[in-house]
């Protein structure tokens, strides 16, 4: 019998859903307070020792020490030889939208235009430059939480002040016309696992949380590349890959989430992404 970590901030549907699994398979799942890690050097054991695996569902608020603390005992776990997954190096790099859409345009993965900056006056710039029309969304957020389409001058001047006095980092994308609808693709082990159609509720956002409509998918070859070399491209052994139709056929890689969700994927699909997971750690 194996035992698996599931880092979490509470014991919620997903960290039940794995519990589920591993018992169903004769391993143990245990739900791990992120807030609640501790970690010795020459003295005293780490709050994860015993543990065969452990799997990041989540990464709690916390202050720039807590946060870089989480992910240097993350990091110190898989030196050690603890299976880690996703990766802490992953983690990272899916967590930071302007690091993930530049390390996946230089594999040489479409994604659509994008500028990044910390003013209001290059963000008017960049509005501008990317057609005055522009999805606007947090720099480490997810589930569609924070996005904003402006296509008002006005109404981006004000946003981009705004968002400059909370000191926030402003990330642009320029908006892709699409058939009000995308794929999610789950990917695990280098292998697509499961994926959905998900329809846009308001007709451009098509997030499951926001009120997006799912349905199971087939993906193609060629996207079913595209999320293989994107999940790749950021070293997410798991991963979330969003892509978005574009108005010529062509697709954009829009996202990588390295903890994805799957309590609409699974029953769309009748996929059990718990279990399928529960043996990829064991």
């Known amino acids: 019998m194996k035992r698996i970590a599931i880092l979490a901030g509470r014991d919620g549907w997903h960290a039940r859903d794995l519990r589920r699994a591993a018992a169903e398979l004769g391993h143990g799942a245990e739900v791990v307070d992120f807030r609640r890690l501790t970690a010795g050097v020459g003295a005293g054991r780490n709050a994860l020792a015993g543990f065969d695996a452990v799997l ?3 990464m709690p608020p916390g202050s720039l020490e807590q946060v870089v603390f989480r992910m240097d005992l993350l ?10 997954v996703n990766p802490p190096a992953a983690v990272e790099a899916c967590v930071d939208k302007y690091l993930a859409t530049a390390r996946l345009a230089a594999a040489g993965l479409p994604v659509p235009a994008t500028v990044v900056c910390q003013d209001a006056e290059a963000a008017m710039a960049a509005f501008a430059h990317l057609g005055r029309d522009v999805v606007v969304k947090p720099l480490f957020g997810s589930e569609g939480r924070g996005m904003l389409r402006l296509t ?9 002040h705004t968002l400059e006095r909370l000191q926030a980092v402003l990330y642009l994308q320029q908006f892709v016309p699409h058939p009000g609808w995308d794929l999610r693709i789950v990917v695990l082990g280098g292998e697509v696992l499961a994926a959905m159609r998900r329809w846009a509720v308001d007709g451009w956002r098509t997030n499951v949380a926001q009120g997006g409509r799912a349905e199971s998918a087939s993906p193609g070859p060629g996207e079913a590349d595209l999320a293989r070399r994107a999940a790749a491209a950021l070293g997410a052994v798991v991963a979330g890959v969003d892509l978005l139709p574009g108005p010529a056929g ?10 994805p969700g799957w309590r609409a994927l699974a029953p769309t699909t009748g996929v059990d992404v718990a279990a399928a997971l529960v043996r990829f750690l064991t």
């Open 56 to 58: 990041v569902r989540t």
């Open 75 to 84: 990091h110190r776990l898989q030196a050690e030889g603890v299976r880690v």
């Open 152 to 160: 008002d001058p006005e109404l981006a001047w004000r946003t981009f």
């Open 250 to 259: 062509e697709w954009y890689v829009i996202e990588v989430n390295a903890v």
